[in-house]
């Protein structure tokens, strides 16, 4: 594929984040996805095929992303909590580079439309929560963590403080550390509440 080609692609996939976070599937047309990439209709056809092929194309972009990132985390052998660390802090640089994208997926998630594509991608997003529960299950087999913590509840716990805090920083205009944000979450997390004792 040429660099033009590239292009149009990447323009294309700009404005269909952007309008599928903010109007949602059904309230995105063709005609509107034209006229705000400054893309003709037929080439838009040409490339992904039917609305349905943007954003599905979309979606397996994202997990695609998110695979080699979590892969690329895991090549590093860091400590269980070093590794949430990292995964957290690349969740944030990603949201700074990339706010459509990140909307996007976002509203993908809070979405009540009944579409059998979203419903599919929404499984295939289990296999990050599966590997971090093995993630927090590895952490606990090697007294990194405490024995009798729910490592699903952990892994709900954690999963939804990353969703929130991508909204927050989406919402904000402050510039903020996000790398010393990660290490607060982690720690705020995993080292609990309660007052120490030691």
Known sequence: ????DLDTRDRIFKVAAQLFAQKGFNGV?????SEQSGVSKPTIYYYFGSKEGIYRALLQAGIEHIRAEVTRIA???LSVRD????ILKMKFRDCQAYPEYSKFFISVHMSMENLSFIDDFR????????KLENLLQRGVAGGE??????VKM?????????????WRLLESRTSENHDALAEKIVDTLFNGLRKNTH
């Open 1 to 4: 594929m040429s660099d033009r």
């Open 29 to 33: 047309s063709m005609r509107e996805l």
């Open 75 to 77: 090549a590093m052998n």
């Open 83 to 86: 590794e949430l660390v990292e």
């Open 123 to 130: 499984r295939r997003t289990d296999e990050p929560m599966l």
């Open 145 to 150: 963590f405490r024995s009798d913590i729910d």
């Open 154 to 166: 952990a892994a709900d716990l954690f999963g939804s403080t990353i969703m929130f805090h991508i």
